[in-house]
T-cell receptor, first 113, second 115 residues
Framework: RKEVEQDPGPFNVPEGATVAFNCTYSNSASQSFFWYRQDCRKEPKLLMS???SGNEDGRFTAQLNRASQYISLLIRDSKLSDSATYLCVVNIWANSGNTPLVFGKGTRLSVIA | DTEVTQTPKHLVMGMTNKKSLKCEQHMGHRAMYWYKQKAKKPPELMFVYSYEKLSINESVPSRFSPECPNSSLLNLHLHALQPEDSALYLCASSQDEGGGGNEQFFGPGTRLTVL
């Protein structure tokens, strides 16, 4: 089983639509959770961290369910500029301190006019 | 300054060449990372430096040699690469290596082509 699994893409949605991405992680020791977005041929950019209480930033809402080991990202009122690949990323904290990020394969979103 | 810079942006090299990739950050971060990313794949971790010491080497071939001259700089020395090493090489930094909420910030990457 892969450590971080995401919805297979691509998602093709019209402008103004609401779209949700899901992600599951296998390691219950996971401590930190992030959504990154990556545009074609660019570097990943942090979109938002995901907290247990859920968090919202404008049109973006992230949720974490530790019991189900599940993370989601909701984008409301999609814009053309939201077209990108969205990477679900998990950080496992261990006493050794070695905690590389674990990336999902990403979900491609295309917002169409 | 929340920026990670990388040079060069593009690099074309032959299999017998020696070249270096450079990364710099001035955020006071104490952990720095090298990733390799192939098209349509997520970044793959190569090396982690924590407080200027190599803490993780993800079984990377010795033709890739990292170096951390100081807390702001990270180099990746390349020698005798293969065409399959062609990829986007990303540098990232974070406040420190462990613990929760440790977001990583990525540089724009160096697009490497090995002929």
């Amino acid at each position: 089983r892969k450590e971080v699994e995401q919805d297979p893409g691509p998602f093709n949605v019209p402008e103004g639509a609401t779209v949700a991405f899901n992600c599951t992680y296998s390691n219950s020791a996971s401590q930190s959770f992030f959504w990154y977005r990556q545009d074609c041929r660019k570097e990943p950019k942090l979109l938002m961290s995901v907290y247990s209480s859920g968090n919202e930033d404008g049109r973006f809402t992230a949720q974490l369910n530790r019991a189900s080991q599940y993370i989601s990202l909701l984008i409301r009122d999609s814009k053309l500029s939201d077209s990108a690949t969205y990477l679900c990323v998990v950080n496992i904290w261990a006493n050794s301190g070695n905690t590389p990020l674990v990336f999902g394969k990403g979900t491609r979103l295309s917002v169409i006019a | 300054d929340t920026e990670v810079t990388q040079t060069p942006k593009h690099l074309v090299m032959g299999m017998t060449n020696k070249k270096s990739l450079k990364c710099e950050q001035h955020m006071g971060h104490r952990a720095m990372y090298w990733y390799k990313q192939k098209a349509k794949k997520p970044p793959e971790l190569m090396f982690v430096y924590s407080y200027e010491k190599l803490s993780i080497n993800e079984s990377v071939p010795s033709r890739f040699s990292p170096e951390c001259p100081n807390s702001s700089l990270l180099n990746l020395h390349l020698h005798a690469l293969q065409p399959e090493d062609s990829a986007l090489y990303l540098c990232a930094s974070s406040q420190d290596e462990g613990g929760g909420g440790n977001e990583q910030f990525f540089g724009p990457g160096t697009r490497l082509t090995v002929l």
